[in-house]
């Protein structure tokens, strides 16, 4: 199947796929083809209107043999009125509105902006387009270029244009682009307008990329000095320990408080959450919605104050929910965290089986034997099988079963073996904490974080692990290793 995909106005890619069963057969084509991650929507443009675009439910709506499609990544606080939508009970009359500051205005059109990033640093940067007048020039010396290969003078108009729409550019990714992604940039510029090549180097952009590195400090000073919470973070003094800097940081690191808004609203927001989670029948939509609106305040106390997670819960205790842990990784990184994390263990599960059979075969591991002879009886639902014995074993081939991970009797409380852990699993079973259970004995799954149970009732065995490159040497090897296989 022939398909134009459109990712944005200057990046339309032309890919061959097999013709998918589903949207979500095509939604994993499309993400492998294109190496992009999930998180949008399909958009296809249908014949039967004229070609304008409509979302994609049913595979069926696709045009047969080649369609033209749009993926749209949502942004995550959706607009919302000052006025909520949703009608309050007549007991309550002033929780649900999301009232403005002072100096926001009162009409009932106004809507929330979001400030927050969308999309991962792509692979082809995409150049926006300069002013009217710089592309004119633009394009005028880009054909004298292609004629006898002179490069243009560059004017300073010209030169702080560019650079002026690239950080800005450069800033809706990365507030700290690293000198390989501005190398990218730079390499995109000339592609796009070869006239502005500079001499004295091989490919033309090295001087680009010098520019745009010098620019992109300006650029942020200039946002720090207008208030931009992410940037003033990143200027404190450096012997205050913090849990991470914002240039090493998720895409929506620090995102300031919506437009029109301040700390007082959302701590009224915040209040009213706290009453609402206690009661019998929660409002799920008011409440999802809200922890969408106050985002900037949670994730403000998190990096600046550092709460332990007891105080956290206790402030935002609607975080503490799988759906809502999901829903807060999505804000942060704009992933699917259940999606991407599966995926990965998918790819991963046959490599890490691999290495349990090798390591009982050297050293006659019993507890990894145990596990995998267990996978080899649960015939029933093989891949959720071989994805819980993945994850089973990674403490037993850690030799670090017991201090993060902990089998214990559904006849036991989950206080006692909470004490001490500041990080791990606690898996509840019926009759006994033997490793050969089968998926079935298993009643309940607890999350510990500094002896405190943040979530629990879970009914599968799930580890949410993000590696990264700074990750122990024993988990470095367990990488490579999975790699050479």
């Known amino acids: 199947m ?198 004295g180097s091989e490919t033309g952009c090295e001087g680009w990329t010098l520019s745009l590195k010098n620019k992109m400090q300006n650029y942020r000073q200039k946002l720090r000095e207008l208030g931009c919470a992410e940037l003033i973070l990143n200027r404190r003094d450096a012997s205050k320990h913090t849990l991470k800097r914002p240039r090493r940081s998720e895409l929506n690191f620090l995102p300031d408080i919506p437009t029109g808004f301040d700390e007082e609203a959302l701590e009224n927001e915040r209040k009213w959450m706290e009453e609402e989670v206690k009661k019998k029948d929660v409002n799920m939509r008011a409440l999802n919605t809200k922890m969408d609106f106050t985002f900037s305040l949670r994730r403000r106390e998190v990096v600046e104050d550092q709460p332990l997670v007891s105080t956290l819960k206790q402030r935002w205790p609607a975080l503490f929910n799988e759906e809502q842990v999901y829903a807060e990784f999505r804000r942060i990184n704009h992933l699917d965290l259940k999606s991407t994390f599966l995926t990965s263990l998918d790819n991963n599960s046959r490599g890490l089986l691999k290495l349990f059979r090798a390591k009982v075969i050297q050293r006659g591991d019993c507890d990894l034997e145990t596990l995998l002879d267990n996978l080899d009886e649960q015939m029933a639902d093989l891949t959720v099988q071989r994805r819980a014995t993945a994850l089973r074993g990674l403490p037993f081939y850690f030799k670090e079963h017991g201090t993060i991970c902990k089998t214990i009797l559904s006849s036991e409380a989950l206080e006692h073996h909470k004490v001490g852990m500041k990080m791990g699993i606690l898996e509840v079973v019926t009759s006994n904490s033997s490793t050969s259970r089968s998926l079935s004995d298993v009643v309940n799954v607890a999350i510990v974080l500094e002896e405190e149970v943040v979530l629990e009732n879970m009914g599968d065995f799930k580890v949410f692990l993000n590696m990264g490159t700074e990750c122990s040497k024993k988990v470095q090897t367990l990488m490579s290793k999975l790699l050479e296989n």
């Open 2 to 199: 022939l398909l134009r995909v459109i990712l944005s106005p200057d990046n339309v890619r032309k890919i061959s796929v097999p013709t998918p069963s589903s949207v979500e057969e095509l939604c994993t084509c499309l993400c492998e083809k294109l190496q992009i991650e999930k998180g949008f929507t399909i958009q296809y443009e249908d014949p039967d209107f004229n070609n304008q675009l409509c979302n994609l439910h049913d595979i069926s709506e696709l045009p047969p043999e080649k369609a033209t499609l749009r993926l749209h990544w949502e942004l995550f606080l959706t607009p919302i009125s000052v006025h909520s939508e949703i009608d309050p009970p007549a007991d309550e009359e002033s929780t649900l509105s999301v009232q403005p500051s002072t100096s926001a205005t009162s009409s009932d059109s106004t809507q929330v902006a979001s400030l927050l990033r969308s999309e991962h640093w792509p692979s082809k940067f995409p150049i926006p387009c300069f002013s009217y007048d710089v592309e004119l020039k633009l394009q005028k010396a880009n054909e004298e270029y292609e004629k006898n290969g002179k490069s243009l003078t560059v004017s300073r108009d010209i030169l702080m244009e560019v650079l002026g729409k690239l950080a800005e550019a450069i800033y809706t990714f990365k507030a700290y682009p690293k000198d390989t992604d501005l190398k990218k940039v730079a390499s995109a510029l000339i592609e796009k307008h070869p006239c502005l090549k500079r001499p």
